[in-house]
């Protein structure tokens, strides 16, 4: 935990990849789409907001993988 509150807490693509059971290579198609933002940190990673990216998971009804289940293709 980074100490953040959840409304601050960023996501790695792996993390909103797996919540969504996608490809990382989605979620950044999803960006370039505007379905998605990203915060850009100072080496370049993208990085996502926790608040939006829970609020794109209700919107289309997904429900988020548990953690440290696995993700199987």
């Given at each position: 935990?980074?100490?953040q509150?959840?409304?601050?807490?960023?996501?790695?693509?792996?993390?909103?990849?797996?919540?969504?059971?996608?490809?990382?290579?989605?979620?950044?198609?999803?960006?370039?789409?505007?379905?998605?933002?990203?915060?850009?940190?100072?080496?370049?990673?993208?990085?996502?907001?926790a608040?939006?990216?829970?609020?794109?998971?209700?919107?289309?009804?997904i429900?988020?993988?548990?953690?440290?289940?696995?993700?199987?293709?």
């Amino acid at each position: 935990m980074t100490g953040q509150p959840d409304h601050e807490r960023l996501l790695t693509p792996a993390e909103v990849a797996n919540l969504f059971r996608v490809h990382p290579k989605t979620v950044s198609r999803w960006v370039q789409s505007g379905k998605l933002s990203a915060v850009r940190t100072l080496g370049g990673h993208r990085r996502y907001r926790a608040n939006e990216v829970y609020a794109l998971l209700e919107e289309s009804g997904i429900s988020p993988v548990e953690s440290g289940a696995p993700v199987t293709s």
